[in-house]
């Protein structure tokens, strides 16, 4: 069999795809941003089946440019503007082939001991950067601490059934002659409505009702104490049970704020949780300038953020805290015979999913760029958003849409929501820069994120460049 | 900076790194397969905050060694029994690599076509292999098709609320005027007593009754036809709507198979959405000899199993079909502006998760691999169990607990519970193999899984061997 198979084919072929790596990434810019393939371009390309007989992995690697380049959305490349970021360093990299050669799956302490112990840590490391009350940081022998999650999808999710699960074991306790069954139809749940849409997701897979709260322009999209006092005052005295608040630091359109400090009182006095969605601002908060935007975090419950967007670390690494730790083992604990092992009731880990060895590279990426160069590398970022900024006040024909406080930038053309369709897209046709849009009070915005490692003030420069060009374009073509 | 932040760096760092776990992985019978460390033993290893400034590659490198190894539980040493497989491959190694560099989030076509294409057409592929009907596979223009899942745990829990929100809408529809509050408290979901814990934990959080049918060691373990027959009849005499049944065709404690052909059309015939899993077995249906335990899957919704178990596959890989498409997309969808793009509507492509390039590694293992070099591996592995089960019938002392099927031995000795858990737990701290327990009937069993992709025959007899020696202490220290 000519397949790689034993150590010594891996040491020659792993070599090879180290240099496949690096020479992908040092001249991912020359290759356009967005790919020209029309949906099912792949499946004329390779056979109808697997083969029987092993292919050579000189086959499998010439197929890489020929039929999967051509398809791929090269979200590093420093021309990428769309979404937010997502992580990619070589710190990060190198301590998944790590992982992956280890390959155990952390569901237990047993499974692995020192996968579930260095998650602890590394999140009592990060909790410390960030400047978490100390509740959050397990190694203070307090009563909380973190936990990896895939995503801040199933962060938010994770964080409502542990809510439901608390909330329904508060009303037991004060009426144990109510049936079960039925609470959960009176539960009500919360959040903005620029909140990102896993948000409404996790309402539906957990059952219960998740109502937005509408938010204004003049509140720069910050979901405002009074309303949410209001709603729940409201439902309440319609009979419903007010139980989960998801706060948004840094919402996906525009990099709102909800102001915490305001809302998390309103919560604790309430009994509802407050969970903490900062996915993409998060990793911000490591800065001691941008920790401000985490104050209110004291009345939180449970707080997550991406470091796979942010802070370097290859996906999936979506961190989470809670204050209570029990409240998520509470909410999950299963306890079949072939997960029971020695140390079971040590009780200082708690909920581990299924997964591999996340928290190898958080410790890779924090110990190789140390706290400093993870703060250069998000000042560098939000500077860059503010040249871009800089460059649309500038031109008379552009306007802002939203506060930049981070790496985003909203912006339009002065004029109707059809050129501004148009414009973008022309510029993702032109598949040189790509941007998503966003809908801010009906109007339809442009939004540039600042997401490559490698993004450098030319290609900023170079960027704005062709959305004036395009934008001239439209604007002799269209009314606007 | 001395970290790795250049391509140069990486290329230097990254064949070190290929170095090492090769080295790794070459020498890995060596270790002690299961770590002889306590609960907190990491915390004092290293330092209580990250670093300000970077340290150096060669310092985090020496940690490896000092830090992580000690507490590794080494499930690809050939010593590994416990638990399932978990897949490790250098194909999957390399595609891995590959996947972390392109770093792309596969939430939606245009996020990366390449992505989501591969996913669909690997997913054609693999289900060819397993020979399943039609309506699986995407390329048929039928309606259905598979999907890759982070976890078996994943699928069944996607598979659950793709079936609480269809029989939502049949109850509605035959029923306009009913209030869509309180149907979820009626619905009821079953699976065996044998069934995974996350299948009692979907349950929980889709918040619906799941029912546990109680299964007989006289059946082998199956859940009977009969048995669901009455207990859906009683359920229904109650008020309550039963909507979704969970299979398993290979359970965790003895790989025990649900009869399918006989449960499918029952379920049909009562509009239960039958979800099949096979989250270890499934693997081996791509041999003809065992291809007709799957028989029945032209009666079920959607059918999983892990490729990143038994496939060499690396985790995260957990594959799943659906019969139809729709019902799976009707559950989850969600429309943000940011989330558009041109080709939104072509139908192709379906639900994904938020997730890397995954199906790169399905294409790199059908590939080097072969579907012969897979059948191989997998009848090597029922080789090893089948010579294992060999040894334990031969000898007296020792009986085996549950039918071998595929790779796992359920055995014990003649004897008390006590007499076993004391040999195991002597096993599991002479470190030199690792096992865990199950039970069944009241019995506490060892289960010995053939897990790791380097077991030979001489590795299964010197476990045999260290077993029998510790037996032999065991029996002679205590009763039995
Ligand atoms: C505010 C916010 N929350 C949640 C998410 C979803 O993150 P994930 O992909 O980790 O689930 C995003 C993604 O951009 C986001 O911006
Ligand atoms: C039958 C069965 N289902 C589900 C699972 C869980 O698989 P996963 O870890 O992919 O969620 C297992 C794990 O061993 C299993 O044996």
Redesign the interface.
């Known amino acids: ?1 000519n ?3 034993t ?5 020659w ?3 090879e ?10 001249n991912i810019e020359q290759r356009p941003v967005y ?1 020209d ?7 004329s390309l ?1 056979p ?8 050579t ?1 000189e ?2 690697v010439k197929d ?1 440019e020929r ?10 490349s420093p021309y990428f503007y769309a ?1 937010f970021p ?9 301590a ?3 992982s ?6 952390g569901f237990s ?7 579930t ?2 998650e ?2 590394m999140m ?3 909790g ?2 960030l400047k978490l009350p100390e509740d959050f940081i397990a ?1 203070t022998h307090g009563q909380g601490g973190g936990v990896i999650q ?2 801040a ?1 199933e962060a938010t ?1 994770v964080a409502l ?1 542990a809510a ?1 699960s608390r909330a329904v074991r508060m009303i037991l306790a004060s009426d144990p002659q109510r049936p079960e ?2 609470i ?2 009176k539960l009500v749940a919360y959040s903005s409505d620029q909140a ?3 948000v ?2 996790a309402g ?5 009702r998740m109502k937005k709260i509408p938010t204004e322009q003049s509140d720069k999209y910050a979901v405002q104490g009074e309303t949410l006092r209001r709603m729940i005052q409201e439902d309440k005295a319609a009979g419903l049970i007010p139980f989960y608040f998801c706060a948004t630091l840094g919402t ?2 525009s990099c709102a704020f909800d102001h915490i400090t305001e809302l998390g009182p309103i919560c604790n006095a309430e009994k509802i949780w407050m969970h903490i969605d900062a996915a993409y601002a998060g990793s911000s908060f490591i800065c001691p300038e941008f920790r401000p935007l985490l104050n209110g975090i004291e009345f939180a419950d449970s707080f997550n953020f991406n470091p796979h967007k942010w802070l370097l670390v ?3 690494c979506s961190t989470m805290w809670v204050r209570k730790r029990s409240d998520l083992i509470g ?2 604990k ?7 092992h020695d ?1 079971q009731e ?1 009780g ?2 708690f909920y581990t999913d ?3 060895f996340r928290s ?1 590279k958080m ?2 990426v ?8 993870l703060q250069d590398y998000i000042r560098k970022h939000v500077e860059l958003a503010k040249e871009f900024e800089s460059l649309v006040r500038a031109d008379q024909r552009f306007e802002i849409s939203a506060d930049v406080v981070l790496g985003l930038v909203c912006f339009r053309l002065k004029g109707s929501n059809e050129v501004n369709e148009t414009l973008l897209k022309r510029i993702n046709n032109g598949r040189k820069i790509h941007l ?4 801010l009070s009906g109007q339809f915005v442009l ?1 540039f994120a600042v997401c490559a490692r490698t993004t450098e003030s030319r290609h900023i420069r170079e960027a704005w460049r062709l959305i004036t060009q395009l934008a001239e374009e439209v604007m002799q073509e269209l009314p606007h």
Chains 1, 2 share one sequence.
Request: net charge negative; glycine share 8%; hydrophobic share 40%.
């Open positions: 069999m397949s790689i198979v150590c010594c084919q891996v040491r072929r792993g070599k795809m180290v240099d496949l790596i690096a020479d992908y990434l040092e790919p393939v029309e949906p099912g371009y792949l499946r390779i109808e089946e697997a083969p029987e007989e092993p292919d992995y086959d499998v890489i039929v999967i380049m051509p398809g791929v959305t090269h979200w590093h979404y997502t992580a990619n360093s070589f710190p990060a990299m190198l998944d082939m790590l992956g050669a280890i390959g155990c799956i302490w047993a499974a692995s001991p020192a996968c112990e260095l602890t840590v009592d490391w990060l410390k950067m190694g895939g995503t999808s999710l059934l439901r069954t039925g959960t139809s990102h849409c896993s409404e997701r539906m897979i957990a059952g219960v996906t359109p290859n996906f999936d909410a999950f299963m306890d079949p015979l072939y997960l029971k140390h040590s200082r880990y299924n997964s591999l190898l410790w890779f924090f110990r190789m760029y140390g706290l400093k160069g998503v849009p966003c809908q939004r």
